[in-house]
């Protein structure tokens, strides 16, 4: 097939209509939940009612104890690490490789993250975390990038042997495990985004789980005020005296956008299932061409979430650059393919080149080495949905065959002399 054929050449475009996997699933349940939801409550604020049921259900999953719903991921984020107590003067082992939001919020608190780069296949790598150990690092942050579980059991002991807090950022991980364990229980506490781009999507919001009581205890002090601290919180700690006023911050979710994603938990497990298969197809579909691998490691020690399926383009294997795929993809109509762009190395932002904070003066840096494999991977990666429908005639099955359809029409049309 001539290259004039492709859309980007001036051909025939494939779809009229813009090709995205749409999400989350708007269904019928979470239309009725929602409604019923806002003639009930809109505002809780202590736990019970779908607060309750959320983390209770979320917590029951995870075989955790303690569930904390905030008003994000980030919050969730900040929360965790106030509760473990880290402040001035530590450091944070973080993953180059991730959403900022993983390492922000400990400027908030005056600690510094210091930023590790991460193996071929975008996973923290525990080697670089004991590089990075010094005598103020306190905890460890991970991410499970694009739902593919880190090497837990190494940094699950890295961590206990140096005596460091483990907090597991599952944002993108939802339903993901590790030697049949859910993600975010190897450690500490583990934090969930329910953004509505997430898995599980409350539109905004995020969780917080651990199976320690203080470490509930003082998350709950930093965002919840009141009465739920009042009901919570244990009677007989000395921080029961700050229930009325907490400690600085509202984080509470919003109880329509809890009710919504409350409708998705059931399906988790089902989905996290049919998206090894679509992947599994995907990967079939595109990493067939020359140049072309996805970004993780087949291990049968995991279950990858899938949050999306990530590939990388040697573009001297492939015959074609990275930005000629893809933009000759989305002339075809389909724009669901895409580089992420957003998820880039944290060391290329400014505040982690020139860290500041409203508590203290940083003399420190958080870039002491080089980030070699986040680099290769932000240069060469490209994303694409993974559907959670897989029956013939379903939404994601022909998803899927529209993809496929795009994708041989695009690698012929690129690599074809004239
Ligand atoms: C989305 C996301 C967050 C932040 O969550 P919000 O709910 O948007 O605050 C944090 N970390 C990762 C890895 C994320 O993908």
């Known amino acids: 097939m001539p290259k004039h054929n492709l859309a980007i050449y001036g051909g025939k475009k494939l779809f009229k209509k813009d090709m995205v996997y749409d999400w989350p699933l708007i269904t019928p349940a979470a239309e009725k939940i929602v409604v ?7 505002s809780i604020y202590n736990k019970s009612g779908i607060i309750a049921e959320f983390e209770d259900m979320f917590a029951a999953i995870h075989e955790r104890k303690y569930g904390l719903l905030t008003s994000s991921g980030t919050a969730a984020l900040h929360s965790a690490f106030y509760a473990l107590g880290i ?6 082992i973080c993953p ?42 306190k905890a460890v942050a991970v991410t499970h990038m694009w739902g ?15 005596n460091l807090f ?4 599952c944002s993108h991980a939802h339903g993901a495990r590790y030697n049949n364990k859910s993600v975010g229980t190897f450690g500490d506490i583990g934090i969930w985004s329910l953004q509505g781009q997430k898995i599980i ?70 989905w996290i299932k049919i998206k090894q298969i679509n992947a599994k197809r995907i990967e079939n579909i595109i990493c067939s061409c020359p140049g072309i691998t996805p970004l993780y490691p087949h291990s049968t020690k995991i279950i990858n979430s899938y949050y999306a399926f990530v590939f990388l ?46 508590v203290v003066k940083y003399k ?39 993809l496929e359809t795009v994708w041989n029409k695009v690698i012929d049309g690129l690599n074809s002399k004239n």
């Not at 993983?102 to 005056?110: H, S």
């Not at 593919?148 to 140096?162: F, G, L, R, V, Y």
């Not at 483990?166 to 950022?169: A, M, R």
């Not at 897989?390 to 065959?401: A, C, L, V």
């Open 36 to 42: 019923k939801q806002m003639h009930s409550s809109l």
């Open 87 to 92: 402040g001035p003067n530590d450091e944070v």
């Open 96 to 137: 180059d490789y991730t959403f900022f939001a993983t390492a922000m919020p400990l400027f908030q608190l005056g600690a510094l993250p210091v930023l590790a780069d991460c193996d071929r296949h975008g996973s923290l790598e525990p080697s670089e975390i004991e590089k990075l150990i010094t005598k103020k690092t």
């Open 148 to 162: 593919h579980p880190c090497d837990m059991s190494k940094i699950a002991a890295i961590c206990k042997k140096n």
């Open 166 to 169: 483990l907090v597991e950022d």
């Open 201 to 270: 999507a409350a539109g905004e919001g995020g969780i917080l789980l651990t199976n320690n009581r203080e470490l509930y205890d003082k998350a709950q002090l930093l965002g919840h005020f009141n009465k739920r601290a009042i009901q919570e919180l244990d009677k007989a700690a000395s921080y029961f005296q700050y229930a009325v006023t907490g400690t600085g911050l509202k984080y509470r979710s919003h109880p329509l956008g809890i009710a919504f994603a409350f409708t998705q938990l059931p399906h988790l497990k089902e």
């Open 313 to 358: 383009i040697d573009e001297d294997m492939a015959g074609f650059s990275r930005e000629d795929l893809v933009k000759a993809v989305n002339a075809e109509g389909f724009l669901d393919l895409d580089i992420p762009k957003s998820t880039a190395p944290l060391h290329g932002f400014t505040i982690f080149q020139k860290p500041i904070s409203p």
């Open 364 to 402: 420190d840096a958080c870039i002491r080495k080089q980030f070699p494999n986040a680099d290769f991977i932000y240069e060469h990666a490209v994303k694409v949905s993974v559907p959670v429908e897989s029956k013939k005639g379903s939404r994601g099955d022909k998803f899927i065959n529209d």
